[in-house]
């Protein structure tokens, strides 16, 4: 089985300050003040590996459309529309929970897997880690998820991430719990009417402790409170700003690192059962 290549991770970034994209100035947006760097892996032969990570209404599914039509990646969404569980699971956690996930982790696992072979750079919405480090995990954590299956969940859920590389880059949407129902209520999805707020809110905490403990590889933490990406140009520019920075300047960036010649972790220490 191949492995992903991570020899891009040193490769430069093309810049140009007489404007990196000509095409990027779509969806009305400003195009980053015409300074975008192309991350295709078209023309540079690079092949970068994002996933946007956050809680339910934090806006990440729209943020990694936008960026993959910002950068020209390929993106991997999140499996909501013809998800088979979904609704039964709001309305039951508990009957509900292990077959959910098990959907989700089958899901993210061959989206993971397609990003890896793929030859191209991809952006994916949520990934396989947030799985097992925040929903399965609040789901046990809450008693809607059985101790034996939540150690089959976890059992199967090492041998899968066993088989993959970790993204190039976590972008992590933090929102705060107001802002999470204002967002929910204005989609409208029926089904997620009835999410507690007890549960948005473990979430949240699961989500800032799981960054604050992420050396899986470099994270771009976005307080996207007072962030409006999809209706101010400038918000969404800010954020691919930040983005290019992250990706450009790797020593400078990350915080913390896998000690060199130290496995990485495929799970959490702290979500083990005792």
Not at 107 to 113: N, T, V, Y
Not at 247 to 252: E, S
Request: hydrophobic share 35%; net charge neutral; with cysteine.
């Amino acid at each position: 089985m191949p492995t992903y290549d991570r020899s891009h991770r040193g490769a430069a970034v093309a810049v140009s300050k007489s404007g990196r994209h000509a095409s990027n100035g779509q969806n009305g947006h400003s195009g980053m003040n015409n300074d975008i760097v192309d991350f295709s892996g078209d023309s540079m032969n690079t092949k970068i590996f994002i996933a946007v990570a956050g809680n339910i209404g934090t806006g990440k599914t729209t943020l990694t459309q936008m960026l993959s039509q910002r950068f020209g990646w390929k993106s991997h969404l999140e499996a909501v529309t013809g998800n088979p569980y979904l609704a039964d699971f709001y309305s039951d956690m508990k009957r509900w929970a292990f077959p959910l996930q098990i959907y989700f982790l089958n899901h993210r696992f061959k989206a993971h897997q397609a990003i890896t072979w793929g030859s191209g750079s991809s952006i994916q919405d949520r990934s396989i880690y947030e799985d097992a480090n925040i929903f399965a995990r609040n789901l046990y954590d809450q008693g809607q998820m059985e101790e034996r299956d939540y150690r089959n969940y976890l059992d199967l859920y090492r041998v899968m991430s066993g088989f993959l590389t970790p993204p190039d880059l976590v972008i992590y949407l933090r929102k705060s719990l107001p802002r999470l129902k204002e967002q929910i209520k204005k989609r409208g999805r029926e089904y997620e009417k009835s999410i507690p707020d007890s549960y948005l809110d473990s979430l949240n905490r699961y989500y800032e402790e799981w960054m604050g403990n992420y050396v899986q590889g470099k994270k771009l933490i976005i307080d996207s409170d007072e962030l409006d990406f999809v209706n101010r140009p400038k918000d969404f520019d800010l954020i691919c700003e930040k983005l290019v920075g992250a990706l450009d300047q790797r020593d400078l960036f990350l915080e913390s690192r896998a000690a060199p010649g130290q496995p990485i972790p495929s799970v959490s220490a702290d979500i083990l059962l005792k």
